[in-house]
């Protein structure tokens, strides 16, 4: 089973729309949990992190965690065309540092 | 300020060829990561230093080999290229460890034919 795993996508949405993007991952001593964000050609930037269960809002995004279901989301409110990119979901174990990624997931928003 | 800085931009190698993607950071983070990204498969971690001095693998870490140079910088060598690792490959750096957020290099995109 591959570490963390994403929706199979790509996503459509239309202009306007909330954006619901997917996330689960195995190991439980996961601690630090992070959406990435990758426009073609370019490099990932970080969005959105939470550790704690519960959501974590920063403007049109949310961040979900939920620990016990080892099940973290990130939802697009009011969804935009300059939304449209491969995000990415990662998790970290905090006891060696490593950073793993999901394959991602690309969101096209329609105008 | 350039943040992570990776060297070089593109590169086309000949099989069996070998050579070095260097990576350098001056933000003073401690944690350090390789990764490639094909088509389809996101970010494969292939190795990466938690701390200098320290490497370990990840992913992917079968026809590569890195070195962790001093704490700005992380090295990764091919031996021995194969057309398999065609690939667009990222370095990165956290301050620490994967609490905090990583910030990554512009990336290179290699060729082995």
């Known amino acids: 089973q591959k570490e963390v795993e994403q929706n199979s996508g790509p996503l459509s949405v239309p202009e306007g729309a909330i954006a619901s993007l997917n996330c689960t991952y195995s190991?439980?001593?996961?601690?630090?949990f992070f959406w990435y964000r990758q426009y073609s050609g370019k490099s990932p930037e970080l969005i959105m992190f939470i550790y704690s269960n519960g959501d974590k809002e920063d403007g049109r995004f949310t961040a979900q965690l939920n620990k016990a279901s080892q099940y973290v989301s990130l939802l697009i409110r009011d969804s935009q065309p300059s939304d449209s990119a491969t995000y990415l979901c990662a998790v970290t174990l905090l006891a060696n540092s490593k950073l793993t990624f999901g394959k991602g997931i690309t969101l096209s928003v329609r105008p | 300020n350039a943040g992570v800085t990776q060297t070089p931009k593109f590169q086309v190698l000949k099989t069996g060829q070998s050579m070095t993607l260097q990576c350098a950071q001056d933000?003073?983070?401690?944690?350090m990561y390789w990764y490639r990204q094909d088509p389809g498969m996101g970010l494969r971690l292939i190795y990466y230093?938690?701390?200098?001095?320290?490497?370990d693998k990840g992913e992917v870490p079968n026809g590569y080999n890195v070195s962790r140079l001093n704490k700005r910088e992380f090295s990764l060598r091919l031996e021995s290229a194969a057309p398999s690792q065609t690939s667009v490959y990222f370095c990165?750096?956290?301050?620490?460890?994967?609490?905090?957020?990583?910030?990554f290099g512009q990336g290179t995109r290699l060729t082995v034919v």
């Open positions: 933000m003073n983070h401690n944690s």
């Open positions: 190991d439980r001593g996961s601690q630090s």
């Open positions: 990165a750096s956290s301050s620490q460890g994967g609490d905090t957020e990583a910030f």
């Open positions: 230093s938690a701390s200098e001095g320290t490497t």
